[in-house]
């Protein structure tokens, strides 16, 4: 919806501000510049594929002319590089793991995807904690694991949470920033777009926390290679 995303492009342009103006007071300070810098660009390729989301035309583009070549490795490194920015405000670690030289052919929508589940996980996250991802290679499939603490799904939400429009109610507890379109929209780029799937577990190893019981909740994206023409570096 428009208004989530006036709301979203205006928080990312506060947080750019802030870093400009930090910029500006430290360029004579010990903090290099260009570690400010480098944040700055970081918040431009997060708005972009906020941008990029918000175009729900090209979600489920099929248009062989439209589609590209996507390095996963490459472009999952980016966006967890972006977003550590974010992270880092309030205070989650972000760890990367694995590797791929692999490149798919498919709709340039593929930094979505990892744009909704990274912004998921650190929307969803309690502060002072760590969220994983781990990139695997399985026969004709690209395997990227996103885990972390997030808000208790219910038995009975657990087959929702794809739903367009659904909000379990423990995340709506935990903030009311959200439309219930992300998950949506990620599962229908897995599938439609690379021919593969997403989908969602939790364990009960978790802790409560300001009443809200968070539990280690995995999101697995697999990504079909075989569907079309595949190159190696």
Avoid: C, W
């Avoid at 928080?11 to 007071?25: D, F, R, W, Y």
């Avoid at 944040?39 to 594929?49: C, D, F, G, K, R």
């Avoid at 502060?127 to 990227?144: A, Q």
């Avoid at 690379?194 to 539990?215: C, E, H, S």
């Amino acid at each position: 919806p428009l208004e989530d995303l006036i709301h979203d492009v205006r928080k990312m342009n506060a947080n750019l501000g802030n870093i400009a103006t930090e910029l500006e007071s430290k360029l004579k300070g010990s903090r290099d510049p260009e570690v400010m810098a480098g944040n700055i660009m970081a918040l431009s390729q997060i708005l972009s594929n906020r941008l990029d989301f918000a175009d729900a035309s090209d979600y489920f583009d099929d248009d062989e002319s439209r589609k590209s070549i996507n390095h996963v490795y490459k472009k999952l490194d980016k966006n967890i590089k972006a977003f550590r920015i974010l992270a880092n405000q309030k205070k989650i670690t972000i760890n990367f793991s694995g590797n791929s030289q692999t490149e798919i052919r498919g709709p340039r929508t593929l930094e979505v995807l990892f744009y909704i589940l990274l912004d998921n996980m650190i929307k969803y996250a309690p502060d002072n904690s760590k969220i994983d991802v781990r990139l695997e290679e399985n026969n004709d499939k690209i395997l990227i694991l996103f885990s972390g603490y997030g808000p208790e799904i219910i038995q009975d939400e657990m087959a929702k949470i794809f739903d367009r429009g659904f909000r379990g109610r423990a995340a709506k507890n935990h903030t009311k920033d959200g439309s219930g379109i992300g998950l949506y929209v990620a599962k229908n780029i897995a599938q439609n777009g690379f021919n593969g799937d997403l989908v969602a577990r939790q364990t009960v190893d978790g802790y409560p926390r300001k009443g809200i019981n968070y539990l280690d909740t995995v999101f697995e994206s697999r990504l079909e290679t075989g569907r079309t023409p595949v190159s190696r570096m």
